[in-house]
């Protein structure tokens, strides 16, 4: 999609002590770096599985800088549809975040993606904005539990894959969440929602990249 690039999703990593702001040290790093300069640095495979059939849905969550490798597979379908002319298949991603003004990336993007037919649904959880916060926050899981019905068609009658990327923390209540989905939608008994999800990880269905 960006021959010869190698796009990372940064966040400064800064927060107040008693000595004034401190700034993480990778981060330092990387903000001080100039346009053109030079740096030394490895790639590693993600554990990521994907749909032999690009006809195939795609269910998506990215939290914070998580967001960065589901962005790469809406870039992965938008490339095989405009130019290879392939037909590609459902992509739905939840995005979390705390501020929508800060911290929502490539709103631009996203909208390009939806127009051209390849993001099918792009649904927001900022957890610290109003009219909610305060007190109450809003979370990817919460939002997966207003769409049980997107998730039991694409996931449970059509056959999807789904995928997470983000904080580790937030895996039980996206877990939680996938699980009362299919069991509301008829797709498996409460007594089996172990099992299904059992069976989408032991088939590839079901990736996760937490940290």
């Not at 939806?114 to 792009?122: P, W």
């Amino acid at each position: 999609y960006v021959p010869g690039v190698i796009e990372l999703t940064v966040v400064i990593n800064q927060w107040p002590s008693k000595g004034g702001l401190k700034t993480g040290t990778s981060t330092k790093y990387i903000q001080r770096l100039k346009v053109g300069q030079r740096i030394a640095a490895t790639m590693t495979n993600g554990t990521f599985t994907f749909p032999k059939d690009e006809r195939t849905p795609m269910v998506m969550t990215g939290l914070g800088t998580g967001i960065a490798p589901i962005r790469s597979f809406v870039q992965d379908r938008m490339y095989k549809k405009t130019v290879l002319g392939q037909e590609v298949g459902p992509m739905v991603v939840f995005y979390g975040c705390r501020h929508e003004r800060e911290e929502f990336f490539y709103k631009e993007e996203w909208a390009m993606y939806q127009k051209a037919g390849v993001l099918t649904t792009l649904i927001n959880a900022f957890s610290h904005d109003k009219p909610h916060y305060p007190p109450k926050m809003i979370f990817v899981n919460q939002r997966m539990e207003e769409n049980t019905q997107l998730l039991g068609d694409l996931l449970g009658k059509k056959g999807g894959y789904f995928y997470m990327c983000g904080l580790a923390v937030a895996v039980p209540g996206i877990d939680k969440a996938l699980k009362g989905a299919m069991v509301q939608q008829g797709v498996c008994s409460k007594a089996s929602e172990d099992k299904w999800m059992t069976e989408m990880k032991e088939s590839g269905r079901y990736s996760q990249e937490s940290y």
